[in-house]
């Protein structure tokens, strides 16, 4: 059977503010084609350049078959790199994270330099150019302290998103701040349904006491519809925009992205239990209003963001498998701040640690009962789940345009 053409007949035919059909979230083979028309297409978050603020600094990920490193080299620029050895194809960097003076293949010791070119291979042919044996660049591009890369032979346009998100970011240099925690769990579950999750708060009351405290439930926040006609939130940005700080909802032309500036609730600063700072410095000095709220931040398929005044909490999504997905939540301080003295870990985690095991949870319940035949989709509120449904039109809409336009179809595995 044409896998492609049974997706494609299954997208033009879903039933619009349904979820999607049961395949899209446990079939391989329809994994295989998110894989090669998504994530193997788009531009993915993969982490900060504060992560690699010294020549030599590297950390490595996989994107589905591709094991990748992101290193800052001599002249300071951050690139990505294919982590497959030019000589039998092992990995150069075996470590999540580290430092080095070059790059060396522990298999054979060829040796690379940091922008990937190799420096030697022993005992090779007389005639061997090591010019030709370099390790193969991925394209990498970096805005207001975010790396993205794209596997693509051609990569999409990254302008259009550099040009909207620069203003918002740059009032919190998170160029200039550090990884104070980094957590990683593996949810067992479509890293479709993950997003879905994050989409909507209307299972908020019922499962995020923590994040109650602080973050509001209105779907105005949460979802794609109504910011721009609440009083409360017009009045938030008209504060904010005041203070310096781009605060109205953008959205790019595809759905792709979109930010805005929201506020907590009952006068909270931060994401904490008590609602006050979690951290005594601030982000940067070009914040000194109170009560700016949260820059949510959404770039699919790969992260969602909460950008605060005094530190942000940034999510990546990578897909492990049909029915597993990655999540590496990081919480980022000022690059002064003491640890005990101007903040806990206790504090700054706590709030987004329970949430994040509470959508795990979530995430594997949904997917464990996807998986019965008996599943069929059902209808989203269209007052809570607008921001569900926006990200299933633009997951369907991005799949019909790639499978359109697929040179020749690949056939289901048997």
């Known amino acids: 059977m044409d896998i492609q053409n049974e997706m494609l007949r299954k997208l033009k035919t879903r039933r619009e503010g349904y979820s999607l059909d049961r395949a899209f ?216 925009e005041a203070a310096g700080l781009p605060s109205a909802f953008k959205i790019g032309p595809t759905g792709q992205f979109r930010m805005t500036r929201m506020p907590l609730i009952n006068g909270a600063e931060s994401y904490t239990m008590s609602g006050e700072k979690a951290v005594r410095k601030q982000l940067s000095g070009d914040i000194s209003a109170n009560g700016v709220g949260t820059l949510l931040l959404f770039h699919y398929p790969t992260t969602w963001n909460h950008i605060l005044g005094d530190h942000a909490i940034t999510f990546r999504v990578l897909p492990l498998g049909p029915e597993l997905t990655q999540v590496t939540t990081k919480w980022l301080v000022s690059k002064d701040a003491v640890e005990g003295v101007d903040y806990t870990l206790e504090d700054l985690t706590h709030v987004w640690t329970e949430t994040n095991d509470q959508d795990r949870q979530i995430v594997e319940e949904n997917a464990f009962g996807i998986r019965s035949p008996a599943y069929e989709p059902g209808p989203y509120s269209a007052e809570h789940e607008g921001g569900v449904m926006q990200f299933v039109d633009w997951y369907s809409r991005f799949m019909l345009d790639r499978l359109q336009g697929s040179a020749a179809p690949l056939s289901r595995v048997a």
Request: hydrophobic share 30%; net charge negative; aromatic share 12%.
């Open 25 to 240: 979230y446990i079939d391989p083979d329809y994994y295989r084609q998110d894989l090669e028309n998504i994530w193997y297409k788009d531009w993915l978050f993969v982490g900060h350049d504060c992560e690699i603020p010294r020549p030599g600094n590297y950390f490595t990920l996989q994107v589905g078959d591709y094991p990748i490193v992101i290193v800052r080299d001599r002249q300071g620029a951050v690139r990505a790199l294919h982590n497959s050895c030019r000589h039998r194809g092992s990995r150069v960097c075996t470590q999540h994270k580290g430092s080095s003076a070059k790059l060396v293949c522990p298999y054979h010791q060829w040796t690379y330099e940091l922008d990937g070119r190799l420096l030697f291979a022993r005992q090779m042919p007389e005639d061997f150019d090591p010019a030709q044996h370099s390790l193969k660049p991925v394209s990498c591009e970096t805005v207001g302290g975010y790396i993205f890369i794209s596997l693509a032979e051609r990569p999409m346009d990254f302008q259009p998103f550099r040009d909207t998100v620069a203003a918002y970011l740059a009032p919190h240099r998170l160029g200039e701040t550090k990884v104070a925690y980094e957590s990683t769990i593996v949810e067992k579950g479509n890293w479709k349904l993950v997003w879905e999750n994050n989409r909507e708060c209307y299972h908020c009351a019922a499962n995020h006491p923590e994040l109650c405290r602080t973050y509001p439930e209105a779907p105005t926040v949460t979802g794609v519809q109504g910011a721009m006609d609440d009083p409360e939130i017009g009045a938030h940005w008209e504060r904010c």
